[in-house]
């Protein structure tokens, strides 16, 4: 059992002394922040909640046994607003030969048609949903490939796994097909069905510049009106700058006067518009009420990729910009070694740490760590997780690290996770686990 550096209290009722908050994810508490956004506070949990939060040395010792954590980063259990449960794991049965999107495409594709059972998808969600937990995180939402027979089998899966996570991780999901298929009607009513038996409220597809796009997208958009669903898209993950989806969504969204949430994922081709046209897409993304989340590791995998030739650009979307015109934007995990991305670990620490080095994150505004925490909670409508307030259940990640350059040089692998004030097993699954399905090949 591996439960990190620090030792928790047995006591019900104990103290997390002299603790380092991120002040942006902190709520309902008078504190004042360093240069680097970083309060400096006493925790008080009592049965498994957060009692109080105050400035260091003002907790009483009568709060219970106290544990100094002598500077070191706490955060809240984490929030992945953007990930492919159902795509994990799959690379040693099945890689990308290239390392492009096409080669990605094609590939996870063939390994669906002939692998994709209920029991290979359950194991390899579930392996994805341990690490996860065991690197911190307290919410997720999935894609799930809903394309013909895939849709009988992988939503009731998603059901299961919710089930089997309630209380350590919340699961949510969206449907993921490409926007062509909105024009087949047979297809929608499968979809919508399987949303609607098993799904969270959220209904979404990957759009492409097709001639009927705006047709396309009335469709989606009229059948999120009448069933009550939130949108979720992936969006223009390309670095062709004829590829302006995301405008299309915004002018959908406007002209529909659309009040549900939408999330807009990867955005890529944003950062390679002409400064003006730039400009008006994001005006229209604000003003349509669009979230964007940005996926900063496979982007940069797979982006820019050709050949031997040295990538030019870093993959992401236009992030800075977006947040300062007042877009909600946020990171998250994305592909988890499959063709996608042949690495990654459902570790948000790891991709606050990746997504500050590819979006440079770290000479601006302090609050870069809401968009793994708050950010993505408010789209996913979990306002109880990615912030740490009184009374919410003290679900926690503790670390050594003092300030964010410490928190950033390494991968603070010692990490304690606490859920509900109880540091939890981070020991994470061996891989060796999911040989018996990688002895396959699509």
């Known amino acids: 059992?591996?439960?990190?550096?620090?030792?928790?209290?047995?006591?019900?009722?104990?103290?997390?002394?002299?603790?380092?908050?991120p002040l942006c994810l902190i709520e309902r508490a008078d504190l004042a922040a360093d240069r680097d956004g970083l309060a400096l506070v006493d925790l008080r949990v009592e049965d498994g909640r957060i009692a109080s939060i105050l400035p260091a040395g003002t907790e009483a010792p009568e709060g219970g046994p106290g544990l100094d954590l002598d500077g070191g980063i706490v955060l809240p259990r984490l929030v992945d607003a953007h990930v492919h449960l159902d795509k994990g794991h799959i690379w040693p049965r099945r890689r990308n030969p290239?390392?492009?999107?096409?080669?990605?495409?094609?590939?996870?594709?063939?390994?669906r048609e002939a692998n994709w059972t209920s029991e290979d998808v359950r194991a390899r969600m579930d392996f994805g949903l341990r690490c996860a937990f065991a690197h911190g995180t307290?919410?997720?939402?999935?894609?799930?490939?809903s394309l013909g027979k895939q849709i009988g089998i992988s939503w009731p899966v998603l059901a299961e796994m919710r089930a089997e996570w309630a209380g350590r991780v919340a699961l949510q999901a969206s449907p993921l097909f490409g926007i062509q298929f909105a024009l087949d009607a047979e297809h929608m009513k499968a979809v919508?069905?399987?949303?609607?038996?098993?799904?969270?409220?959220?209904?979404?597809?990957?759009?492409?510049?097709?001639?009927?796009?705006?047709?396309?997208?009335?469709?989606?958009?009229?059948?999120?009106?009448?069933?009550?669903?939130?949108?979720?898209?992936?969006?223009?993950?390309?670095?062709?700058?004829?590829?302006?989806?995301?405008?299309?969504?915004?002018?959908?969204?406007?002209?529909?006067?659309?009040?549900?949430?939408?999330?807009?994922?990867?955005?890529?081709?944003?950062?390679?518009?002409?400064p003006?046209?730039?400009?008006?897409?994001?005006?229209?993304?604000?003003?349509?009420?669009?979230?964007?989340?940005?996926?900063?590791?496979?982007?940069?995998?797979?982006?820019?990729?050709?050949?031997?030739?040295?990538?030019?650009?870093r993959g992401v979307t236009a992030l800075?910009?977006?947040?300062?015109?007042?877009?909600?934007?946020?990171i998250a995990s994305d592909n988890t070694r499959d063709p996608f991305y042949a690495y990654g670990d459902l570790d948000l620490v790891e991709v606050l740490r990746e997504g500050t080095?590819?979006?440079?994150?770290?000479?601006?505004?302090?609050?870069?760590?809401?968009?793994?925490?708050?950010?993505?909670?408010?789209?996913?409508g979990v306002a109880d997780k990615g912030v740490v307030a009184p009374g919410l259940s003290a679900d926690l990640i503790l670390t050594r690290a003092r300030d964010?350059?410490?928190?950033?040089?390494?991968?603070?692998?010692?990490?304690?996770?606490?859920?509900?004030?109880?540091?939890?097993?981070?020991?994470?699954?061996?891989?060796?686990?999911?040989?018996?399905?990688?002895?396959?090949?699509?």
């Open 320 to 330: 800075h910009e977006l947040k300062a015109a007042g877009v909600a934007v946020m």
């Open 404 to 442: 964010w350059t410490e928190f950033f040089a390494r991968p603070q692998a010692d990490r304690t996770v606490l859920v509900a004030g109880k540091a939890i097993d981070r020991t994470l699954p061996d891989y060796r686990e999911l040989d018996h399905l990688m002895s396959k090949s699509a």
């Open 192 to 274: 919508t069905r399987a949303v609607k038996a098993h799904g969270d409220g959220i209904f979404g597809c990957v759009t492409y510049m097709i001639p009927e796009l705006a047709e396309a997208l009335d469709i989606v958009f009229r059948a999120a009106i009448e069933n009550g669903f939130d949108l979720d898209f992936h969006v223009d993950e390309t670095n062709d700058p004829a590829a302006r989806s995301l405008e299309y969504i915004a002018e959908a969204a406007l002209r529909h006067r659309f009040t549900g949430k939408i999330l807009a994922g990867h955005c890529c081709s944003l950062a390679v518009q002409a």
């Open 138 to 145: 307290s919410a997720v939402r999935t894609h799930i490939d």
């Open 357 to 380: 080095r590819i979006l440079q994150l770290d000479h601006g505004p302090t609050d870069f760590a809401a968009m793994i925490a708050r950010a993505p909670a408010a789209v996913m």
């Open 1 to 21: 059992m591996t439960t990190g550096f620090a030792a928790i209290p047995a006591s019900t009722s104990y103290r997390l002394t002299n603790a380092r908050s």
């Open 276 to 313: 003006q046209d730039e400009a008006r897409i994001i005006a229209k993304v604000r003003e349509a009420g669009i979230a964007v989340v940005s996926l900063p590791m496979c982007n940069m995998y797979l982006q820019d990729r050709d050949g031997g030739r040295t990538p030019r650009w």
């Open 98 to 111: 290239d390392g492009t999107f096409m080669g990605a495409l094609e590939n996870v594709m063939a390994d």
